[in-house]
């Protein structure tokens, strides 16, 4: 008995196309969620947080002689220099290290710190708070009133107190050289190497 011919299994290709489409699904993942998301600040955020081109950084800074008003504090950079005469500084003043400053006819309405600097000189003026000269070079403070307390620390070159009056302490220690002068009216105490100014 002669068989007859089989047709062509004309399903196989297509069943394997389906199986080949199902395994190449995926599933899309599900979207980030905006509430709490700790990514970063937005560009608004980050704005807000970045201070204004002109607003106010700090102390104000003195490379030069000024006059008039200073409203906060004041600054002299390492190695600059810095002439008040006539002047009025609400805060404080600070010297840099190898920076000098000359005071004259003016008031400090805070402190004089200087550490590092390479000369200060105070006259004719007011401090109403402390005048803190440490480990740096010379002084000269003449006339002056300091409200608060001198000191002066670790310092290399010559320094001379003369007729000033200071209404806290004159403490002078572990200076290269003992400060000179006389005629200071001290209304606290003189001690260390000031204790004969």
Same mark, same amino acid.
Request: glycine share 16%; aromatic share 2%.
């Given at each position: 008995?002669?068989?007859?011919?089989? $047709?062509?299994?004309?399903?196989?290709?297509?069943?394997?196309?389906?199986?080949?489409?199902?395994? #190449?699904?995926? /599933?899309?993942?599900? $979207?980030?969620?905006?509430?709490?998301?700790?990514? +970063?600040?937005?560009?608004?955020? =980050?704005? =807000?947080?970045?201070? $204004?081109?002109?607003?106010?950084? +700090?102390?104000?800074? #003195?490379?030069? /002689?000024? %006059?008039?008003?200073?409203?906060?504090?004041?600054?002299?950079?390492?190695? !600059?220099? #810095?002439?008040?005469?006539?002047?009025?500084?609400?805060?404080?003043?600070?010297?840099?290290? +190898?920076?000098?400053?000359?005071?004259?006819? %003016?008031?400090?309405?805070?402190?004089?710190?200087?550490?590092?600097? =390479?000369?200060?000189?105070? /006259?004719? %003026?007011?401090?109403?708070?402390?005048?803190?000269?440490?480990?740096?070079?010379?002084?000269?403070?003449? +006339?002056?009133?300091?409200?608060?307390?001198?000191?002066? !620390? =670790?310092?290399?070159?010559?320094?001379?107190?003369?007729?000033?009056?200071?209404?806290?302490?004159?403490?002078?220690?572990?200076?290269?050289?003992?400060?000179?002068?006389?005629?200071?009216?001290?209304?606290?105490?003189?001690?260390?190497? #000031?204790?004969?100014?």
């Amino acid at each position: 008995m002669r068989r007859g011919r089989q $047709a062509p299994l004309r399903w196989v290709p297509l069943l394997a196309a389906a199986v080949v489409a199902a395994g #190449c699904q995926t /599933t899309a993942a599900p $979207a980030s969620p905006t509430t709490g998301s700790t990514v +970063g600040p937005s560009v608004a955020e =980050a704005s =807000a947080a970045t201070p $204004a081109a002109g607003q106010p950084q +700090g102390a104000t800074v #003195c490379r030069e /002689t000024r %006059s008039g008003t200073v409203s906060g504090d004041l600054t002299v950079p390492d190695g !600059e220099s #810095c002439s008040l005469a006539n002047a009025t500084v609400a805060g404080t003043v600070t010297v840099g290290k +190898g920076a000098g400053l000359v005071v004259s006819l %003016s008031t400090i309405g805070g402190h004089v710190v200087a550490d590092g600097h =390479a000369s200060v000189t105070i /006259t004719q %003026s007011t401090v109403d708070g402390n005048l803190e000269l440490r480990r740096g070079g010379s002084a000269v403070v003449g +006339g002056a009133t300091i409200d608060g307390n001198l000191v002066t !620390e =670790a310092n290399s070159g010559n320094q001379t107190f003369t007729g000033n009056t200071v209404d806290g302490n004159l403490t002078c220690s572990g200076n290269r050289l003992p400060p000179q002068g006389g005629a200071n009216t001290v209304r606290g105490v003189k001690e260390g190497q #000031c204790a004969i100014l």
